[in-house]
């Protein structure tokens, strides 16, 4: 039997709850397979919803063993979704609810509501997590403060707040700042705590603590410094202090998210905590770093400011985001993260945003809410702050959060709350720029020029015009506001005209400058200053024109990107020999020793198979991955060839002796140092990637070396090394798992896949195992995309076999697929055969099944 169709949610339904609850008490008996959760929750009438309502309050698989209201056993009707006591049951006045329910943590293998982890108890609930742990109002603008006892053997209690008592087997936690349940957490475990403090400016002193198993302490401690710098930076840069006495960072195995911000007590994948030389790479401490402050940002953005519903979800995800990214660029260089920032946008967001998951950064329906933690909503959800930024200015945006933060704390807020504030700080009609959170897709810039001559000097014209390609559900896509930022160069390179940003308003509009001595190279969208796809037909020798000479360095590594795009495209379409123009710009970067090496490092790196795919896809050609792959090859071969001796004596120069330091200088030395081996490893065979294997005295070296060995085929005897030497860490066999597949000869990746499948460690119940070898297979572009089939079915058989276990994992994993509309007849065939059979899979999660159904609606 077929389940009924689930029912989408509605933004336009928003109606809010008829009830304030103004406290909760929680009792938690923990026992693995039969815990018992006493609630005690004081409901009040809600003055925003007049007349008498029933109560309803949600809940999943939970046991009901007694309820009462004023202490007075009641009878509630209960469905699979939750339960109701009719409003002619309920007190006229404010009333208390108190149940009793038992759950079983250690069947809960989804990972969300109360399981067990590695021994320990743990909680996730955002979304809507907190239904299976107690019967609940489980939505966000229902705000609470709670008291929670727990009783339990285990050495370790923790909960939301501030410790208010302790004895033998128990301990109790109270969280005076109100709270909706999602941010709600307990943990209970034998573990240990490595411990700092932080005084905040305002001379709080508040207790940190990072807690793991016995054996993790002595990775903790780069996390640690970058939760203390995070504290620190937020009351420099926005003026936000703590405000508990206690800090709780806890690290679990299994978790379906990279980190979760728990009020006072965050909640991390142990990959994003626990970090050393040997085990971590340089961009493992960048991740956990941004990671670590990201979850300490949204004490403020998320956590005293909430969302008034889960479709205002980007007004605490994409303003999070955005205070990260401005966190890492103030810790690192502010250049090199942007260009990081961007490829991960067009790599993720644009790629969402062009295909059948299209959706606005804020959308207006939703099946299941955690299909929406996406990149549109997190990426450019940050992006359209940046913008928004960018338009107000930096004084404008520093009025306009602190009127945010005075304006909404303590309360459950909307887009509607978040732009309102920037027009009262600044005067400024955002009418326009809402659309930005309304309409989907990625707008195409085109941009012509026209130069006239004349005696008082020239007048230089740029002409934009903008066009949104359809969405899914949205054909019509009126103009946007798009802040433009330009700079002029002079034709010897000199800056003519500084950066300045033109606010595009209409769908064609032009811009000028007078009184130009020569005709100007323009620098266009530097700082990539508004998400949008920038076409523009630019011949080889500007390009390389702007490699050399852009003031801007994001335009600079822009110019040098779009040069091998166009390089690329030639040699895959027209069977064009690699560009001795491209190379030789690539070259003059490499060896300037005057700019930083993390830069240059980004400079180095060729376009990806998947954004070649996208952007021949774009040019109305069909790509062809084996074909893309084999040219990108040949190019990177060529490029080797032709700067060997640079590239080597640069290899030699970036080794960076004595001990290990995480700092961004370094890291960008040792990104330097890999990008040149992974180009000499194509002309070499691997020889300097075996040696540097052999010696690597941390991670960085020794996985960038192995990457390179895989690549070039000769890894077998590495490989076994270094699944012998690091057999006993989890996180260092998940790279294990994931480069083989990622790196390895396309027409090997299925059958590697498959093999490592029945590896005695893949624990593929483990979230971070699965991922690394299903995020492996398919980050190998044109193995993914095999002809055979191979990889599709590989996952899909995985994907089906892990949906019944959990669904949100699943679902996410599923996003493999969502490009497939892209290619050739015989490959599209094959993917929309699997995507059906997903689909006609009896008992199919709700998850999956409206991944699987948007992404199959493509080309249906
Ligand atoms: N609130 C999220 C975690 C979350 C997401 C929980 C979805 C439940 C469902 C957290 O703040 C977050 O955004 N985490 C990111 C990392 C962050 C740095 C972008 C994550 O887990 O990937
Ligand atoms: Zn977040």
Redesign the pocket.
């Known amino acids: 039997m077929k389940d009924a169709a689930p029912q989408p949610t509605l933004l336009a339904d928003y109606a809010p709850y008829p009830f304030t609850v103004t406290g909760v008490d929680l009792t938690f008996r923990l026992s693995p397979a039969a815990t018992r959760v006493l609630s005690r929750v004081a409901f009040a009438p809600n003055p925003a919803r007049p007349g008498r309502h029933d109560l309803r309050l949600d809940g999943e698989r939970l046991a009901l063993l007694s309820a009462r209201i004023d202490g007075r056993a009641v009878t509630p009707a209960e469905d699979a979704a939750g339960l109701t006591v009719a409003a002619d049951d309920l007190p006229e006045g404010p009333f208390t609810w108190e149940a009793e329910v038992e759950i079983d943590p250690v069947a809960n293998t989804a990972l969300e509501g109360l399981y067990m982890s590695g021994g320990m108890f743990c909680t ?1 609930c ?2 809507e997590g907190f239904r299976k742990i107690t019967f609940y109002p489980d939505r966000p603008d229902v705000m609470a403060p709670f008291k929670v006892r727990i009783e339990s053997g285990l050495p370790v209690l923790l909960s939301n707040g501030n410790p208010t008592g302790a004895g033998k087997g128990w301990a109790e936690w109270t969280d005076p700042w109100p709270k909706p349940a999602y941010l709600f957490a307990l943990v209970a475990g034998d573990l240990v705590a490595v411990r700092d403090g932080f005084t905040t400016r305002s001379g709080r002193k508040v207790d940190l603590a990072i807690w793991v198993r016995k054996g993790d302490e002595d990775r903790c401690a780069y996390a640690m410094d970058s939760l203390r710098r995070s504290m620190k930076w937020d009351e420099d840069a926005y003026g936000r202090e703590y405000d508990l006495d206690v800090f709780n960072i806890v690290a679990v195995d299994d978790f ?6 728990n009020k006072g007590l965050n909640i991390f ?1 142990s990959k994003l905590v626990l970090a050393s030389p040997e085990t971590a790479t340089d961009a493992d401490f960048e991740r956990i770093e ?2 670590i402050a ?2 300490y940002f ?1 004490n403020w953005t ?1 956590n005293r400011i909430t969302c008034r519903d889960w479709f205002q979800l980007c007004l605490k ?1 994409g303003l ?2 955005f205070r ?1 990214q401005q966190f890492t660029s103030d810790m690192r260089s502010a250049p090199v993260k942007r260009i990081e920032d961007v490829l991960t946008l067009r790599a993720r967001q644009f790629r969402e945003d062009m295909g059948p998951l299209a959706h606005p950064v804020r959308p207006e329906s939703y099946i299941e809410i ?1 299909n929406f ?1 996406t990149a549109t909503v ?1 990426e450019k959800g940050a992006e359209v702050i940046g913008m928004l930024k960018r338009l107000v200015g930096d004084d404008g945006y520093r009025r306009a959060l602190d009127l945010y933060f005075d304006r909404h704390d303590g309360e459950a807020a909307t887009i509607e709350d978040w732009l309102k504030v920037f027009e009262d700080a600044t005067g400024r009609d955002l009418g326009q720029f809402k659309r930005w959170y309304t309409d989907a897709g990625t707008p195409r810039l085109s941009v012509s020029e026209a130069w006239s001559p004349g005696k008082e000097g020239g007048t230089y014209t740029l002409t934009f015009h903008q066009k949104t390609p359809p969405t899914p559900g949205q054909d019509v896509k009126p103009a946007r506001v798009i802040p433009i930022a330009v700079g002029l160069l002079n034709p010897n390179g000199d800056e003519v005209v500084p950066t300045g940003i033109l606010e595009m308003t209409e769908v064609t509009q032009s811009f000028r400058w007078e009184g130009l001595a020569t005709r100007p190279v323009p620098s266009i969208l530097r700082g990539f200053s508004a998400p949008v796809v920038l076409d523009r037909e630019v011949d080889a020798k500007e390009r390389a024109f702007l490699l050399a000479h852009d003031t801007d360095p994001f335009n600079r590594w822009e110019a040098g990107r779009a040069l091998a795009k166009d390089a690329l495209a030639r040699m895959i379409c027209q069977a064009a020999e690699p560009s001795h123009a491209l190379i030789d710009g690539l070259g003059a970067v490499l060896a300037d020793d005057g700019l930083d090496p993390a830069f240059r490092a980004l400079c180095l790196a060729l376009p990806s198979e998947d954004d070649l795919a996208q952007t021949l896809h774009d040019a109305g050609a069909v790509p062809d991955p084996d074909r893309i792959h084999a040219e990108r090859l040949r190019l990177e071969a060529a490029i080797a060839r032709r700067l060997e001796p640079a590239l080597e004596r640069v290899y030699a120069a970036m080794a960076t002796p004595g001990a290990f330091s995480p700092d961004a200088a370094s890291a960008g030395r040792r990104a330097l140092r890999l990008a040149c081996l992974a180009l000499l490893s194509r002309i070499d065979g691997g020889e300097r990637a075996a040696v540097l294997f052999e010696t690597a005295g941390n991670m960085t070296e020794s996985a960038g070396a192995l990457a390179s060995l895989i690549a070039a085929g000769r890894a077998e005897g590495a490989l076994a090394a270094f699944h012998d030497r690091w057999k006993g860490n989890r996180l260092v066999i998940d790279k294990w798992f994931a480069l083989q597949p990622a790196l390895c000869a396309p027409e090997a990746a299925a059958g590697v896949a498959e093999r490592l499948s029945r590896h005695p460690d893949f624990d593929w119940k483990n979230p971070n195992r699965f991922r690394a070898l299903l995020g492996g297979l398919s980050a190998n572009h044109a193995g993914f995309h095999a002809a055979s089939g191979a990889s599709y079915r590989f996952c899909a058989d995985w994907l089906l076999r892990l949906d019944p276990v959990n669904p949100q994992t699943a679902a996410r994993m599923s996003t493999a697929f969502q490009s497939w509309a892209r290619y050739d007849d015989g490959r599209k065939a094959r993917v929309r055969a699997e995507l059906d059979r997903i689909l006609a899979t009896p008992g199919l999660s709700r998850d999956l099944t409206e991944m699987a159904g948007r992404i199959r609606g493509a080309d249906a």
């Open positions: 996730q955002e979304a379906n998210m990279g980190a979760m911000e994948n941004g990671v990201h979850e949204h998320g995800e999070t985001v990260d955690n933690y997190y």
